[in-house]
């Protein structure tokens, strides 16, 4: 995925949020298989597990039997054709998660070559927060940020004020009867 770009200035403003809200002694439960920032929050003393590989729009049970004190799903939600469902499921109170902003000027991401590598939701930081409350969350703090890309033309120019991506720290929201869901 990132054999020609690495995304620094993602993984870095993802790691700093990270640290403001979540200290390394909490377990993560990462959505998602392995990747290259998972591996840089274990770099950074974090214990992160990661999910298989599985369909999280039909299967839960990693979620379902993860102990893990945090989730965190950083740029998951919106290859899922149903996030609300897997955001039910998560067992932790906290969670960290990012996803790339709806773009006004540019269309859905579709990789033609990986079915994974699609993305069904590109949301507006007000429809992410909704997807969250109505999933029982509250979002606690929140940031977004630009991609500036080096390349001319229109959309390259928009891309350096225009934000692309939104990261939030959210608290599983505890009901009257004191269960967490």
């Known amino acids: 995925m990132y054999e020609k770009t690495f995304p620094n ?8 949020f990270l640290k403001k809200h979540i200290s390394p002694d909490q377990t993560i439960l990462d959505l998602g298989v392995e990747n290259p920032f998972s591996r840089i929050m274990k770099e950074n003393g974090y214990s992160v597990s990661n999910t298989k590989g599985e369909d999280l729009d039909l ?10 004190e945090v989730v965190t799903a950083f740029e998951i939600f919106e290859h899922l054709i149903a996030p609300y469902n897997i ?23 579709r990789s033609k070559t990986d079915a994974w590598d699609r993305h069904f939701h590109e949301f507006e930081p007000w429809q992410f927060d909704w997807l969250l409350e109505k999933a029982g969350w509250e979002v606690k703090d929140s940031a977004k940020w630009t991609n500036p890309v080096k390349k001319l033309g229109i959309r390259p120019l928009l891309r350096s004020f225009t934000p692309r991506y939104y990261i939030v720290y959210a ?7 004191n269960n967490s869901k």
């Open 87 to 109: 955001l039910t499921e998560i067992k932790s109170n906290k969670l960290v998660a990012s996803i790339p902003l709806r773009l006004w000027f540019s269309p859905a991401y």
């Open 171 to 177: 608290e599983r929201k505890i009901h009257a009867n």
């Open 59 to 68: 299967d839960y049970t990693s979620v379902q039997k993860s102990s893990a």
């Open 9 to 16: 200035k993602r993984f870095k403003n993802t790691l700093d």
